[in-house]
């Protein structure tokens, strides 16, 4: 049973083309919603953690919301150093110090 | 430096070898974890350690052990590597007592290719 669920799996936009990123889930009693970059063969980098639902971060041209049931990952005027798969995970109540990962989202930003 | 690293970066071997990957951090984390990613598959949990006392079975254990030798230091290994284990796999340390619990930070990944 997929706990968590991005969509779409790959993305192409071009260079300036603002768009969103989804993720979402089904646990019960989430502790936390976190996104990640990872580049081709390299470990996942640390984006940003949301807690509850209404909470925004950003960095960059990157903006991370969550809802009770998603997170969305808007990507303003992106460019091609973008260009990565971004990874969400949630962490809940009942799995203490577990992190639970979508399959990602391929994003390519041609120039 | 990095905070999280991972020996060998990449390793090809042969079925039915005995194979160890070691992480290494300097964070001072308390927890451990390994994490194989497939293609199309994401990210599956191995093991995952909360001090050096405390070891956890992940999703996909089965054919995998683990080693706890120091709080800095963990340890996975493949007693009988099979071509089905052919993957990247990822290290990754959190801290459950800092002021963003639960995140986690990766190595850099090791390529295991099992002929």
Request: with cysteine; glycine share 8%; charged share 25%.
């Amino acid at each position: 049973e997929d706990q968590v669920t991005q969509s779409p799996e790959a993305l192409r936009l071009q260079e300036g083309e603002s768009s969103s990123l989804n993720c979402s889930y089904t646990v019960s009693g989430l502790r936390g919603l976190f996104w990640y970059r990872q580049d081709p063969g390299k470990g996942p980098e640390f984006l940003f953690t949301l807690y509850s639902a209404g909470e925004e971060k950003e960095k960059e041209r990157l903006k991370a919301t969550l809802t009770k049931k998603e997170s969305f990952l808007h990507i303003t005027a992106p460019k091609p150093e973008d260009s990565a798969t971004y990874l969400c995970a949630v962490a809940r109540g009942s799995t203490l110090g577990r992190l639970y990962f979508g399959r990602g989202t391929q994003l390519t930003v041609w120039p | 430096d990095a905070d999280v690293t991972q020996t060998p970066r990449n390793r090809i071997t042969k079925t039915g070898k005995r194979i160890m990957l070691e992480c290494s951090q300097t964070k001072g984390h308390d927890r451990m974890y390994w994490y194989r990613q497939d293609p199309g598959l994401g990210l599956r949990l191995i093991y995952y350690s909360f001090d050096v006392k405390d070891i956890n079975k992940g999703e996909i254990s089965d054919g995998y052990s683990v080693s706890r030798q120091a709080q800095a230091k963990f340890s996975l290994s493949l007693e009988s590597a099979i071509p089905n284990q052919t993957a990247l796999y990822f290290c990754a340390t959190s801290d459950p007592f800092g002021g963003e619990t639960d995140t986690q930070y990766f190595g850099p990944g090791t390529r295991l290719t099992v002929l």
